[in-house]
């Protein structure tokens, strides 16, 4: 199955602090967001990635923030069951390609979009949504590009997501809202709880 077809959110999460992976991973699996990207922005991703595929089996953990071949090697051995890359060179896609787990390339114009179908790549991530076009931009993609899906991602919240979900060529959105700093900061699990069952409802 697609990636764009397991959820309606996808959690984009930024973890500094390893012991807090496994809790928050399973209260995003407990509201209904089994799909949960972990970025590779801190020390601790990686770490992270490994723990939550270890400790809970019903999550879907993948590596976001993908810009090296090294990210790549290093997510799967961590883990990893796909990849994100918040844009895309031709020697990253190829990498991804060759890792042998699903992945969504990052894309912001029509040409970029276009370069990745050439390749075989109809599933895409559209980044950064809200700043490069948002509804509008990718409305007006369905029409010369009807084959290609997006997970548009980037400046997306709980009240905008469902404008999002409502186009043809959007399967699913990746957001930030769902793990507020605060609430990473007092291990409120309850309240990301809750926000993953407000998103989960989305769909």
Do not use: H
């Not at 700043?131 to 400046?155: E, I, M, N």
Request: glycine share 10%; hydrophobic share 50%; aromatic share 4%.
């Amino acid at each position: 199955m697609s990636l764009l077809d397991l959820a309606p959110v996808i959690p984009v999460v930024v973890i500094d602090d390893v012991d807090t992976a496994v809790p928050l991973a399973r209260a995003l699996v407990a509201g209904g967001l089994p799909v949960i990207e972990v970025t590779l922005r801190t020390p601790a991703a990686r770490d992270a990635i490994a723990r939550i595929t270890d400790e809970v089996p019903d999550a879907t953990v993948g590596a976001g923030t993908v810009r090296t071949t090294e990210d790549i090697a290093a997510s799967v051995a961590a883990g990893a069951k796909f990849l994100v890359s918040p844009g895309t060179t031709l020697s990253l896609v190829e990498a991804m390609d060759a890792s042998g787990v699903p992945y969504l390339p990052g894309a912001a114009t029509v040409s970029e979009v276009m370069a990745l179908v050439e390749r075989g790549v109809k599933e895409l991530k559209f980044f950064p949504a809200e700043a490069a076009g948002g509804v509008p931009y990718l409305k007006s993609l369905a029409g010369p590009l009807p084959d290609v899906r997006f997970c548009p991602t980037g400046g997306i919240r709980v009240n905008t997501a469902p404008d999002y979900l409502a186009l043809p060529n959007v399967g699913c959105v990746g957001g930030t809202w769902l793990t507020p700093a605060d609430a990473l900061a007092s291990r409120d699990w309850g309240r990301i709880e809750k926000l993953a069952a407000e998103a989960a409802a989305l769909g």
